[in-house]
């Protein structure tokens, strides 16, 4: 990293420096003699529009974070309303918080395009185990029968079950436990030794029902095995 003094001076032969000087744009001078990589033309329009404005910038490092998630959405930076915002730290977490929400967006987008692409070969793996329910009453069991299914149970129960692909293994096979429609638990089964390799709730903690769940799996496994030569 450049050392502060060496930035320091080849700032002073920057023309953009200067007027910063000149305007009083004082945090934003400091700020980019401690930041290297980021450039002073970089924010120049919206720096320009600042000071036209008589816009202060008190904090030179949440006012660059937020230009860049104006960019970054496309916003007019020769638009004072978005430049100069009255409450600055406000507006940069309202756009924070819009950028977490759009990149989710973008990563459940790309996990359903993901499950989409391992269908196929999911059901020519497992199809021969759908249709597998049981009962006891008042705990329902069944098998997932399709990477949907998997990515919703996965993100409703907040735990990694599609994320880490434990359907697309060959040993394990994913079923849900649910009263009246609700999750309960996700359970995995082991193929190979025919038991409960885990049964999880929300944030993989146990739940009152899992005792019970264990034993309304250890009582319907032949389901199962019936299927694996099927």
Known sequence: EMCIRDRFCELLKNNQAETLIKTGQYSLLSYFIHHSSKSISTYWNAIRIAT???YM?????????????LRFF?????????VCPADLPAAHDLYMAKKRRHM?????QEERRKALE???SFVEAKGRFFGVEFSDGEICIKVLDSVEAIRQEGEAMHHCVFTNEYY???????????I?????????VSLKRMEVVQSRGVCNKNTPYHGQILKLMKGNMSLIRKRMTA
């Open 57 to 69: 910038v008190g904090d030179a490092g949440i006012w660059c974070d937020y230009i860049d998630l």
């Open 104 to 108: 989710q967006m973008e990563r459940r």
């Open 118 to 120: 391992q269908e196929a």
């Open 74 to 82: 496309g916003k007019d930076l020769h638009n004072a309303h978005f």
């Open 180 to 188: 009246d429609g609700k999750r309960i638990e996700t359970i995995e």
């Open 168 to 178: 697309l293994k060959a040993d394990s096979l994913i079923l849900s436990a649910t």
């Open 52 to 54: 036209r404005n008589g």
